[in-house]
Nanobody, 123 residues
């Protein structure tokens, strides 16, 4: 069975940093595009970042220059380093793996999803 498990979330002060991890079992991330989305209750999921097998990365304009997505192939894990955090970054962050034909920035592209980890940024 495929399982994605996020970790690393918590409470952080504005301006601080957090690194999220997404560990996979049942699949190898090298065969997929891996992305991060975030969601606030009552709102749709928002694309944050994604990374292709080639190393090409994509970022939402709201996080560009502050967040960095990366892979550790040996650990089958994808990371999201979040710096200069703002209160508006507060959300549940979910990782996903996909190989669809749609844009990597869209929800429909992804086939597998983690349960999410909460990140709360205090003001």
């Amino acid at each position: 069975q495929v399982q994605l498990v996020e970790s690393g979330g918590g409470l952080v002060q504005a301006g601080g940093s957090v690194r999220l991890s997404c560990a996979a079992s049942g699949l190898t991330f090298s065969s997929y595009v891996v992305g991060w989305f975030r969601q606030v209750p009552g709102k749709e999921s928002e694309f944050v970042a994604a990374i292709r097998w080639s190393g090409i990365t994509y970022y939402a304009d709201s996080v560009k220059g502050r967040f960095t997505i990366s892979r550790d192939n040996a650990k089958n894990t994808v990371y999201l380093q979040m710096n200069s955090l703002k209160p508006e970054d507060t959300a549940v962050y979910r990782c996903a793996a996909g190989s669809g034909s749609s844009s990597t920035r869209t929800f429909a592209f992804y086939d597998y999803w983690g349960q999410g980890t909460q990140v709360t940024v205090s003001s």
